[in-house]
């Protein structure tokens, strides 16, 4: 649990892709300050569900929004992501105050999404979550 605001920012860790071929450029990257793992997460999913361009160009200020609200969230919570490897410990409290908000902000992603995706790519967005929160728990646990 002493990495929980990983599982709290979007589940974001994956295999690292090249930066080459990625819809996510510099201009993102400095203007949202995104992270490594944004990134990372961003361009698995892309690829992985196969977005058209029109897609990219719908869902990308999606997440780069989802992203912010999620810091905002942390940050409002007394979270502070930087410090997190420090080791200190989230509360209680602060934990279910995040998950509050944050259940929130994912119903409300959910929404946006199912206007712009398949049926079959958000069914497949739905399993890229899931094997994320796996693997995020497999890390919390070790």
């Known amino acids: ?56 160009d719908q869902l990308i200020p999606i997440f780069l929004d989802i992203f912010q609200k999620r810091q905002s969230i942390m940050k409002k919570n007394g979270v502070d992501i930087k410090s997190r490897s420090s080791g200190e410990r989230i ?17 409300q992603t959910m929404k946006q999404l199912e206007k712009v995706l398949s049926k079959e790519q958000l069914n497949e967005f739905k399993k890229f979550q899931e094997e994320q929160r796996d693997e995020m728990r497999n890390r919390l646990r070790n």
């Open 1 to 56: 649990m002493k990495k929980i605001f990983i599982v709290l920012t979007f589940l974001v860790s994956v295999s690292v892709f090249s930066k080459t071929n990625s819809p996510i450029d510099d201009k993102y990257i400095d203007e949202y300050s995104l992270s490594k793992d944004q990134v990372v997460y961003l361009n698995s999913m892309i690829s992985r569900l196969n977005f058209s361009d029109k897609q990219n």
């Open 91 to 107: 509360g209680m409290k602060q934990l279910r105050s995040i998950k509050k908000e944050m259940d929130k902000l994912n119903k």
